[in-house]
């Protein structure tokens, strides 16, 4: 853009805090209004997927989160009985199918603690020149042609901006405002009755594999080292488990967790209290645009999905990679959110509508879907084309349901989600 602007940024949390350091760091000002009473991230662990560590290497860092994390190789799923319900390794993607085989070797996931990855983007944002005002909530904005302010409760203005960026999470107020101030927007919302807790804990389980286990009751849980002999477990709970669990406290929790597996039950037991599970909901959402006025929606704000496929926060990196140089390319703040609105489209459409479908399948009580995902899961990855699609799908590397993203050169030296 042809000026420094100034922006504000409402939500610091994994994208908010990416995004904030590179509006920074390309010269604008930038202040970050955050509803927490201090900054950090909540929950434990999370997977970096091949195309977010693109983003971590385009911004210098991917080595430093290399070293804070851990490699991982694939993912098994199975039942609580120890049957196989799906195996999937990053290194399928050496299928001749794509058409790229410098894409495949080397793929790999990264375990790693939210925490870890939100200091790295933290400091990077103070060294920027950042300014984080916490104890923020923005409710609402009004814009001129000119400006926007964000409003807290009360209605009371936060300041004047020439950009408003949208990074408030899955439960966004700023997208819920939007859709109700402009008629031209529409965001589809599902939420889940499903939650989790999510705890990291020591694990001496295989340290290189995200393992997913199910039972015929729709519990799903989950366990991703993050190094140093530790694991983000995931415990999936219906929505209106958690009153009881924490009325009933720690040591029931644990008989619970035991009976389900011997090797959850050994996580569980090494937890010293409740209070270090955060318990979390999530839905899929998804705007039809991005874009409203002056104010541009990222991350979970703008496309929030189930966990399940490990790609919530890798979207969040693209899409701040992608508004970062839209911004730095276009002279008008309103071609450069068209641009972003552009390039993210495809992408963010299908990933939504990939957990919108697949959901209910992982993490069902139902039983007609229950056979379906027992009969179709485990020879899915035995098709070879489908194999390729299932990896590329888990890489973050899909763009369509039909179409593979075929890079020119490979993936690290192409980053492919926006070039
Ligand atoms: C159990 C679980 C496991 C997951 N595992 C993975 C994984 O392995 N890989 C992956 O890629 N993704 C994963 N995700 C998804 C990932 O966590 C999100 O996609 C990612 O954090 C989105 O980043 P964000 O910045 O959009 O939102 P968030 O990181 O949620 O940040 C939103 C921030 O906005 C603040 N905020 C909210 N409302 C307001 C307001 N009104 N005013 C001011 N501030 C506000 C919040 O306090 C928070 O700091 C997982 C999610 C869950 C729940």
């Not at 920074?24 to 509803?35: D, K, P, S, T, Y």
């Not at 400091?123 to 916490?134: K, S, Y």
Request: proline share 5%.
């Amino acid at each position: 853009m042809s000026r420094p602007l100034r922006i504000a940024v409402v939500g610091f949390g994994m994208g908010g805090s990416a995004l904030a350091w590179r509006l920074a760091e390309a010269g604008n000002e930038v202040v970050v209004f955050e509803q927490a009473p201090s900054t950090g991230p909540v929950g434990a662990g999370i997977l970096l997927q091949p195309n977010g560590q693109a983003v971590l290497e385009h911004f210098g860092m991917l080595d430093e989160v290399e070293a804070l994390g851990t490699t991982i190789t694939g993912l098994d799923a199975r039942h609580r009985s120890g049957r196989r319900l799906t195996t999937l390794d990053y290194s399928m993607l050496g299928s001749p199918s794509l058409g790229s085989p410098s894409l495949g070797p080397g793929l790999h996931g990264i375990g790693i603690m939210r925490s870890s990855l939100f200091s790295l983007f933290a400091q990077r944002c103070e060294r920027a020149g950042v300014e984080v005002a916490t104890g923020h909530r923005v409710e609402r904005y009004r814009q001129t042609g000119e400006e926007v302010e964000p409003l807290n409760e009360t209605g009371e203005s936060l300041g004047s901006f020439d950009l408003l960026v949208a990074s408030d999470g899955s439960n966004s107020r700023l997208r819920s405002h939007a859709v109700e101030t402009n008629p031209a927007l529409r965001a589809r919302v599902i939420d889940y009755a499903y939650g989790a807790m999510w705890m990291a804990a020591p694990f001496v389980g295989d340290q290189h594999r995200l393992v997913q286990v199910v039972d015929r009751s729709g519990r799903l849980i989950g366990m991703l080292p993050v190094g140093d002999g530790r694991c983000s477990f995931f415990w999936g709970i219906r929505l209106e488990e958690q009153a009881s669990i924490e009325a009933a406290g720690l040591a029931s929790w644990q008989r619970q967790v035991s009976e389900f597996s011997a090797e959850a039950g050994a996580i569980a037991n090494a937890v010293p209290s409740l209070s270090e599970a955060t318990f979390s909901t999530y839905r899929t959402a998804r705007m039809n645009l991005p874009v409203d006025g002056r104010v541009v929606f990222v991350g979970d704000a703008a496309h929030a999905t189930s966990p399940h496929l490990g790609q919530g926060l890798n979207l969040a990196l693209v899409d701040a990679v992608v508004l970062a140089e839209a911004l730095e390319r276009h002279a008008e703040h309103r071609d450069a959110l068209d641009d972003y609105a552009q390039r993210r489209r495809a992408t963010t459409r299908f990933y939504t509508q990939m957990t919108g479908f697949l959901t209910p399948f992982f993490q069902t009580s139902n039983p007609a879907l229950r056979v379906m995902r027992d009969l179709a899961l485990p020879v899915m990855p035995l098709v070879p084309g489908l194999r390729s699609h299932m990896a590329l799908t888990m890489s973050g590397l899909k763009r369509s349901w039909l179409s593979p993203i075929r890079p020119r050169r490979g993936l690290r030296s192409d980053p492919p989600h926006w070039r």
